[in-house]
């Protein structure tokens, strides 16, 4: 009867292990395309996990360097921003990765001084260089602003052109 437990254990283990490394690929292969949060990669990963190996996957992935929260929080920080988003969409995306408020508020604070001149630049691009003519054409631009997620300061900068 050992013998069958045994047998038993050594199956379970070798099934465990042959999850783990298709679990290890799967995780490598969304991370060859681009750059995850942790959350995503574990929501993404997380009907695949059948033997509960998924937290010490990820772990294990952090300290090899292949899963950063910094570097997806830093790249998604400069595709927003040259996507021309404003402050409130990326921080909005931000926070919905599960990113730590300190890694939010660093790279809010990369773009701070940035945002009223993007703010503008997206405003013209849309628009054309002139200002509004009339309170109804400014109010159209600022909705436009508003939905891209600049805030009423750094729409209203644009009033006064």
Same mark, same amino acid.
């Given at each position: ?24 690929? +799967?995780?490598? +292969? ?19 996990? %059948? ?5 010490? =996957?990820? #772990?294990? =992935? ?8 910094? +570097?997806? %929080?830093?790249?998604?920080?400069? #595709? ?25 508020? #660093?790279?809010?604070? /990369? ?6 001149? =993007?703010?503008?630049?997206? /405003? ?11 309170? +109804?054409?400014?109010? /159209?631009? %600022?909705?436009?602003?508003q939905q891209r997620g600049f805030t009423s300061e750094q729409i209203g900068s644009f009033r006064d052109d």
């Amino acid at each position: 009867m050992t013998g069958a437990r045994e047998e038993t254990s050594q199956l379970t283990e070798i099934a465990q292990r042959e999850a783990l490394a298709n679990l290890r690929d +799967r995780a490598y +292969r969304l991370l060859a395309r681009r750059e995850h949060s942790r959350h995503e990669l574990g929501r993404k990963l997380a009907s695949h996990d %059948a033997h509960d190996q998924l937290d010490g =996957l990820l #772990a294990a =992935l952090v300290e090899e360097g292949a899963l950063s929260d910094e +570097r997806f %929080a830093e790249q998604l920080g400069v #595709a927003r921003f040259n996507a021309g988003k404003g402050p409130r969409v990326l921080e909005q995306e931000l926070r919905q990765h599960h990113l730590d408020d300190a890694l939010v508020e #660093a790279v809010m604070s /990369r773009y701070a001084d940035g945002w009223r001149e =993007l703010a503008d630049r997206v /405003r013209r691009k849309k628009f054309g260089p002139e200002s509004p003519a009339d309170y +109804r054409e400014w109010a /159209r631009q %600022a909705r436009f602003l508003q939905q891209r997620g600049f805030t009423s300061e750094q729409i209203g900068s644009f009033r006064d052109d």
